[in-house]
């Protein structure tokens, strides 16, 4: 099998071996010493060298055009800081003015375009051989990206906190489709899709506010490509009405679930395992850490692999983005993953 047809099959269930799919951002920029923030979020053409000279140097099974949540926000008018070693947002949008804000013309959205352009190169030069993941943020991660996590939460104080939030995801959903469609027609073979805070705000309201309009949104993407839900944080509470968030983002209609290092990945291979491929979940932290031996990193790395192989429907990566920082230990850490996955993750 090559990457992508390795990539598609653990979607279904057992490929030739586990694939090897950490998500790399930063590093793919650090290793030729590129600016992030200024030159690798900004410029498409060189996201796209960078992706392929790293998948090809380090034996990824796919590359991908995830850079920061700021996409579809900068198009709605929200204003993006590059000053710092990651682009965030400089200024929110009104949750009083977004209703006399005009749908944006991704068309013309430059950020947009930059990464739609990013798709296209990447296909263009990887072909069928190599997975190639566009990006789009999940509803709650949107509406968070446009208006500030902590002005979303403090609508959590008022009696129709899921109406106002509802009515904000009907608002942006129409704009996710349409990006998310731009860049399957520019050749993206998979979505992801990011929910960094989801978490957050626990499983009654993700399930009241939330899960329909997630749905709704994978399920389009799914009719022409597989999608990826990438969930932070824990995702394993259990409520005390029963409501499990791990069932209800399983229930998402994404075809990849990304679980985080909070998640027991035996524990959710035995839950919900066969209904969608689930990839992850060592814990970031420790892949840049300098107090981790190579023995611990091995440790763990193998640990996350025979708990995640059995049966298929898996793919090796870390809780969410690989390190870059110290440079020298993030690298090591990934040949030592890479390695171990060939080495162990056979079918």
Known sequence: ???????????????????????????????????YSNVYCKKSSVLAEAQIRFANSFGLDHVNVSTDAYREASAWGVEVDFSSHTPVAKRYLSLDEFASIERPDL???DRVQDRVDAVRLLKERVGHGQC???????????ICCLFGLMNILKLAREPNWNEKILNLIRRILPVQ????????????????????AVSQIGPKRYEEACLESTQRLFK????????LYHVCGDSSVVDREGRDMLELVAASETSVLDIDYQVDIAAAKEKIGRRVCLRGNTNTSIFGNEMYTRTQVTKEITDA????????????????????????LAIRNLELAGALVREIGGY
């Open 107 to 109: 068309e013309s959205a």
């Open 305 to 328: 692999i025979l708990a995640g192989k059995p049966d298929g429907w898996y793919m090796f990566s870390a809780g969410c983005e690989w390190p870059w920082e110290p440079l020298d």
């Open 1 to 35: 099998m090559n990457s992508l047809e390795r990539t598609l099959a653990a979607i279904e269930g057992t490929p030739d071996r586990v694939p090897f799919n950490p998500f790399i951002m930063h590093l793919a920029a650090a290793v030729d010493a590129i600016d």
């Open 220 to 227: 389009e993407i799914k009719k022409h490509v597989p999608v």
């Open 177 to 196: 489709q349409e990006f998310a469609k731009m860049q399957i027609e520019a050749g993206a073979d998979i979505i992801g899709a990011g929910d960094s």
């Open 132 to 142: 190639v993941m566009g990006w789009i943020e999940a509803p709650f991660a949107e």
